[in-house]
Structure formats: C-alpha cells, structure tokens
C-alpha cells in the first residue's frame, strides 16, 4: 500500500523539550516538504527538500530544523526556540511539477 | 513575496445549489493551481487543477476556470451535495524552478439538506 506516513498521530510539549516528527514515504517521491496548519488559517510552509541532503527554508522556519537524509523520510524537530508550536503539521511528497501528496498529520500541543 | 488570497472564508449553501469559491494569486510566473478538499481531521485531498496554458478544466460536478491576466482562478461545484461540506483550499505554485506550493487561508463550505 503506497502512501505518505506521519507520526505520531497526536504529540504532546512540555515548555523547553525538542519533539520530532516523523515522515515517511514509499511513493518514490522525489521532494517532500513540512506545512504548518493553524485553525482559520491555510497551510504555511515550514521547510521543503527537493533532493537528498538538500532542504530549503520556508516561509515559517524559525524553531524548526529538518534532515533529509534518506529519499524515503524527512523528519520535522520543533525546537524549543518555536514559542508557539500548538498546531497541525502536514508533511507532503511529490514527483515533478504535480500536485502533492499529504500525509494523515500530527497534532501537536503543548502542556 | 508571493501569496494567494481566498475568497469567502465561509460559504453555506443549500444541497443543490451552486458553490464558487475564488483565488487571487500574487505571482504571475505561476503556472500549477490545485484545489485541495480537507474534510475534518483529515488530510487534505487533491480534487482537481489546473495548469496556466488551459482556461477551464471540469470534472463532473467540479469545474476550475482560470484568468491569467487577472491572475485569479476559480473552483464552481455544481448541484452540491452534504458530502461536499469541507474545507476548500486553493494554491499556487511559484516559480523559481521548485515545485513549492503557496496555499490559500481556505473556505468552509457547509452544504445544509
């Protein structure tokens, strides 16, 4: 069953602590990328990858860092430089100039 | 810097009637525009684009017509139905040579029986 895999499902901060997020796809997809989803508010992107070991920031990099350095996964960590990391993070993979495939997302919150 | 507005933020109609939600685009170099459906809790899903050499692309009941020169482009449900109740997102892909997509804020369609 190909597809875009995320977890955890729902991830809960403590004030001060690093979480990572997982991103895994077997679709063969080339690039993959990190949004950030707030409620009333559309999709804004964190950071995207179009290669191996190449990423790029995003409009909203501040507090987040990614690694790519395997094709199949591109993990998010929200660091505790991110003030206010309370949101749904979508990750997205895509072959060529197509439309994107999104993974299920991880509600983060903190407590 | 590049951005999509989207328009309204909340639609409600009633089952059968018609749904248009509209898109302005800031970047006139862009040339992918998908629509995304995300019903509650889920992922978003790609329901249908368009790209910037074709003026209207229909699929069934869901049509997107596109201005260039305006640069805005536009989603039309016909004959809607309670399972088309969803967040709508319209996006832009900008130029540069990546294949980065710019999103609009979304709109809430509520389609009442």
């Known amino acids: 069953d190909g597809g875009i895999t995320q977890s955890p499902k729902y991830l809960f901060r403590k004030e001060g602590q690093n979480v990572t997020l997982s991103c895994e796809q077997n679709l063969n997809h080339d690039a993959m990328y990190w949004y950030r989803q707030d409620p009333g508010q559309g999709l804004r992107l964190i950071y995207y990858?179009?290669?191996?070991?190449?990423?790029q920031k995003g409009d909203i990099a501040e507090g987040y860092s990614v690694s790519r350095e395997k094709k199949e996964s591109f993990p998010l960590t929200v660091t505790s430089a991110q003030k206010n990391p309370t949101a749904f993070y979508l990750c997205?993979?895509?072959?060529?100039?197509?439309?994107?495939?999104f993974g299920s997302g991880t509600r983060l919150t903190v407590v | 810097g590049e951005n999509v507005e989207q328009h309204p933020s909340t639609l409600s109609v009633q089952e059968g009637d018609s749904a248009v939600i509209k898109c302005t685009y800031s970047?006139?170099?862009?040339?992918?525009f998908p629509w995304y459906k995300q019903e509650l809790g889920k992922r978003p899903q790609l329901i249908i684009d368009?790209?910037?050499?074709?003026g209207e692309k229909k699929d069934q009941r869901i049509a997107v017509t596109l201005n260039k020169t305006a640069k805005h482009f536009s989603l039309h449900i016909t004959e809607t139905q309670p399972e088309d109740s969803a967040v709508y997102f319209c996006a832009a892909r900008t130029s540069g040579g990546y294949n980065k997509l710019i999103f609009g804020a979304g709109t809430r369609l509520a389609v009442h029986p």
């Open positions: 970047d006139s170099a862009s040339n992918y």
């Open positions: 997205a993979s895509s072959v060529g100039p197509d439309g994107y495939t």
């Open positions: 990858s179009q290669i191996v070991n190449d990423f």
């Open positions: 368009i790209r910037s050499n074709v």
